[in-house]
C-alpha cells in the first residue's frame, strides 16, 4: 500500500464505522466541553475569590437551597450524558457482537506472526482477506498459540483470536479499497510484524478471484474427506439411526441443545463441536458411552475448522429432521431439499457407511 497523507482517521468503509465514529465524536465532545469548562471556572473563581487584605469569607451556608439545586443540576446532567454513551456504545456492542445469520463465512487461524485464512469456498490465503463489496462476512476465529486479535481499523472492528476456542467477528464492508489489518494484543517479538492486508473488491471481481483460488474444494468437503481419513465415519455415520447405535448421529445437530451424561446441557456449536473431537471426555452425551478417543494432535486447527464446517453442513435445526431418527432417505430428501453443494456432499456419503457401521449396533 502507498503511503497516504497525515490522516486524523482511517477511512470509514464498513457499514458500522459511521456509527462508531459518532459515538467517538461525542464522547470527545463531552469530554473536552467539561474539561473546558472546569478549567476555565478554576481559574475564574481562583481570581475572583482569591483572599484579599486581611478579609475573612462568611461561613458557606451548608442548607441554603440554592446549594442542593446547584449541587442536583452538576450530578444529574452529567450522569445522563454518560449514560447516552452507555446506552449508545452498547448498542453499537450488540451490534458488533452479533454477526447476521446470512453473513458469508471466512475462517481466520493466527499464528505467531501470521494470518490464516480460508475461505468457505476452499481458497486460501495468508495475511490478505479478499471480501466483496457489501456482504456482511463473518469471521470465526482460532489461534494455533497464544492471544492475537484481529483488527482492520477501517472497518472499526476488532476481536481477541484466542487458542482453544472460536471467536467471531463481522463487518460489511461499503468501500473498495485495500485496508490493514493489524494484531491488536501483544504476542511476542514480532507482533508488529503480524499485519496484512483486506482486499474489499466489487462482486464480479471477488467472483473471479474465488474462481482463480485453489482446486481443493470447498470447506465441508474437504471436511469431509477429514471426517473419512480419521475413521470419525467408522461410528458416526450421517444417516445412522440413533435409537440404535452407540454413537450420536450428528445429522442436523448443529444448533440444537444436546443434554449431557451430567444432566446439563450444551448448545450444539462450532466450540462444542471442537472440543467433542480433542477432549470428548470433557463432555459426554446422554445415553452413550465414554468410547469417543480423543484426535488431540492428529488434527491441526486448520483441519478442525473444516471438521466442523462438514457437522455444520450435515444440516442445522432449521433445515433437517430432528424429532424422528433420519433414516437414509429421509436425509437424502432433506439435502436434496436445501441443495447447497456441502448438504449434497453430505448425503453422498451418508449411504455408505450406514450400512457398515448399523449391523455392530444392531447385533
Ligand atoms: C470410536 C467411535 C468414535 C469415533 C472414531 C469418533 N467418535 Fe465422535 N463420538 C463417539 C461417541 C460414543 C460419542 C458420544 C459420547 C461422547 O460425547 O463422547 C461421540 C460424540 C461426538 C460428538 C458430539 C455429538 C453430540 O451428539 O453432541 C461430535 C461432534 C463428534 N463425536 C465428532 C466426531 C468427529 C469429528 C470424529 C472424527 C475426528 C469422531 N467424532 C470420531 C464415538 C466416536
Ligand atoms: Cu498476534
Known amino acids: 500500500m502507498q503511503a497516504k497523507p497525515f490522516e486524523l482517521f482511517p477511512d470509514a468503509a464498513s457499514s458500522i464505522a459511521g456509527s462508531v465514529d459518532g459515538l467517538y465524536a461525542y464522547m470527545v465532545l463531552v469530554s473536552a466541553f467539561f474539561s473546558l469548562l472546569i478549567a476555565v471556572l478554576i481559574i475564574y473563581f ?13 461561613p458557606v451556608d451548608e442548607h441554603s437551597i ?17 449514560l447516552v454513551m452507555f446506552a449508545w456504545g452498547a448498542s453499537i456492542f450488540f451490534t458488533e457482537s452479533k454477526p447476521p445469520a446470512d453473513a458469508m463465512e471466512v475462517f481466520v487461524t493466527g499464528k505467531q506472526w501470521m494470518w490464516k485464512i480460508q475461505h468457505n469456498e476452499g481458497a486460501r490465503e495468508i495475511n490478505e482477506l479478499h471480501i466483496p463489496i ?37 463487518f460489511r464492508p461499503t468501500k473498495v479499497g485495500e485496508y490493514h489489518i493489524f494484531c491488536a494484543e501483544y504476542c511476542g517479538t514480532k ?5 496484512g492486508t483486506v482486499y474489499v473488491m466489487t462482486e464480479p471481481d471477488y467472483n473471479k478471484w474465488l474462481a482463480a483460488g485453489s482446486g481443493e474444494g470447498s470447506m465441508a ?4 474427506a477429514l471426517f473419512n481419513q480419521l475413521g470419525c465415519g467408522n461410528c458416526h455415520a450421517s444417516a445412522f439411526n440413533k435409537n440404535l447405535g452407540r454413537c450420536p448421529n450428528l445429522n442436523g445437530l448443529f444448533g440444537t441443545t444436546v443434554d449431557l451424561k451430567d444432566g446439563t446441557k450444551t448448545r450444539m456449536d462450532e466450540t462444542y463441536i471442537r472440543e467433542s ?10 445415553g452413550y458411552d465414554d468410547i469417543m478417543p480423543t484426535f488431540k494432535g492428529l488434527v491441526t486447527e486448520d483441519g478442525l475448522l473444516k471438521l466442523v464446517e462438514y457437522v455444520k453442513s450435515m444440516g442445522t435445526k432449521n433445515g433437517a429432521q430432528m424429532s424422528a431418527p433420519p433414516l437414509a432417505t429421509e436425509t437424502s430428501a432433506t439435502d436434496a431439499k436445501t441443495g447447497t453443494p456441502a448438504k449434497a456432499g453430505a448425503a453422498k456419503t451418508s449411504a455408505a457407511p450406514a450400512v457398515n457401521v448399523n449391523r455392530p449396533g444392531n447385533q
Not at 46 to 58: E, G, I, M, N
Not at 66 to 82: F, K, Q, T
Not at 221 to 224: A, C, L, Y
Request: aromatic share 10%.
Open 191 to 195: 507482533h508488529s510484524g503480524m499485519i
Open 66 to 82: 440554592g446549594g442542593m439545586i446547584l449541587e442536583i443540576v452538576w450530578s444529574v446532567i452529567p450522569l445522563g450524558l454518560s
Open 134 to 170: 457489501n456482504r456482511d462476512i463473518k469471521l470465526t476465529m482460532t489461534s494455533e498459540d497464544v492471544i492475537h486479535d484481529f483488527y482492520v481499523p477501517a472497518f472499526r472492528t476488532k476481536a481477541d483470536v484466542l487458542p482453544g476456542k472460536y471467536t467471531t467477528e463481522w
Open 277 to 286: 473431537v480433542l477432549y470428548p471426555q470433557s463432555k459426554i452425551v446422554a
Open 46 to 58: 481562583a481570581v475572583k475569590y482569591r483572599r484579599k487584605d486581611d478579609h475573612v469569607p462568611l
Open 221 to 224: 468437503e474437504q471436511g469431509q
